[in-house]
């Protein structure tokens, strides 16, 4: 694969429509290389045009010199075996535009090879992280990609071609598939159920954007950043491409589930209270009722009432969090959703070749 990839860059000077990718990572993420080799087979796919792909940027946040970083550590890896340019470049705690000297000082030696560059941060928080990989982009359109999911093999292709065949569109988010194991637990089974149903907003966790399509800086505090993104760009410009397909594992723990619905009920408040100027447009979600009631299975009656309860419990517990603190407190990680087992490997692989 080294000599291919070696090649997926040489023509992207010149491609009128070039990509940066742009992955914000934490420092304790415990399997980004399973996602960098998903990520390089889908950019290797023949339905993409040879040599858009620029650079994969990514920025590591809550990094510190003296700890161990196990997504680092994967990505000289990565790098090392796939014959990628890689640069590293540790930012202050207010850097993020005074890039441009650092990159063309590196590009010389580079030249003609797929680079690399990884953004090391002591901050916190992917709003920030989005910011600085976006300011430091110098490609025509960014793909932004979660740094613990796995992308079908031809879901770039998807995205690219819908994009650059549909002018007015500012936006092109993947769909996004949950993977569950044959033993997953209630509450993965009840995370799963919404993501079969197509509700309008764009999936945060792999979507192709033009660099252009924003007029302002996400805000940091941002606890829905894909429903900010969608009304934020404009609804209008906005597509899910449903044949580009991006995989995730679900919470498996009810505190990881239930943080995740808190986080999520408090990001729709945030929305209402801090941005309900973007939401002229409507509402960023719209739940397709008819749709569900036809398509949800009788046995699932149970779990789909009880995800309601849990919902409006969430709501209660948010409301009364962010009486007593400020939005970005109720970010946590979900470190279940981490786990890629074998099974869910299996999975994957199963659903590739349908």
């Not at 993104?229 to 009810?254: C, D, E, I, N, S």
């Not at 036809?294 to 517990?317: D, K, P, S």
């Amino acid at each position: 694969m080294s000599n291919t990839i070696g090649v997926l860059s040489s023509a992207c000077w010149i491609m009128p429509l070039s990509v940066s990718i742009t992955i914000p990572c934490r420092a304790d993420e415990p399997d980004l290389r399973g996602m960098l080799d998903s990520l390089v087979t889908a950019c290797l796919s023949p339905q993409l045009p040879s040599g858009c792909i620029r650079e994969i940027l990514i920025c590591i946040n809550g990094f510190g010199a003296d700890q161990a970083c196990p997504p680092l550590l994967a990505v000289r890896d990565f790098c090392a075996q796939n014959a990628v340019a890689l640069q590293e470049i540790v930012l202050s705690s207010s850097e993020a535009q005074s890039h441009e000297q650092t990159r063309l000082a590196a590009e010389p030696e580079a030249a003609g090879r797929l680079q690399c560059v990884v953004l090391l941060a002591a901050w916190r928080g992917k709003p920030k992280a989005l910011n600085t990989l976006w300011q430091w982009a110098c490609a025509d359109l960014l793909l932004c990609c979660d740094a613990d999911v796995r992308i079908d093999p031809h879901a770039i292709a998807h995205l690219y071609a819908h994009l650059k065949t549909e002018p007015q569109l500012r936006l092109v988010a993947a769909c996004e598939v949950p993977i569950l194991e044959a033993k997953a637990s209630v509450w993965s089974r009840m995370g799963a159920l919404p993501y079969r149903f197509n509700f309008g907003n764009a999936g945060g966790r792999l979507f192709l954007m033009r660099k252009d399509a924003l007029s302002q800086p996400m805000p940091e505090d941002l606890l829905l950043e894909d429903a900010w993104l969608t009304v934020a760009v404009g609804k209008q410009y906005v597509h899910k491409v449903m044949p580009a397909r991006m995989f995730f594992v679900l919470p498996r723990t009810w505190r990881d589930y239930f943080a995740e619905r808190v986080r999520a009920e408090g990001g729709k408040i945030q929305l209402r209270r801090q941005h309900a100027h973007l939401l002229g447009n409507g509402p960023v979600a719209e739940y397709p009722w008819g749709e569900f009631l036809r398509r949800i299975r009788t046995r699932e009656y149970g779990l789909a009432l009880f995800a309601l309860c849990i919902r409006g419990l969430a709501q209660v517990w948010a409301w009364r969090r962010l009486k007593r603190a400020d939005f970005y407190t109720l970010y946590h990680p979900f470190a279940s959703t981490k786990r890629w087992s074998a099974a869910t490997q299996a999975s994957i692989q199963s659903e590739t070749r349908e």
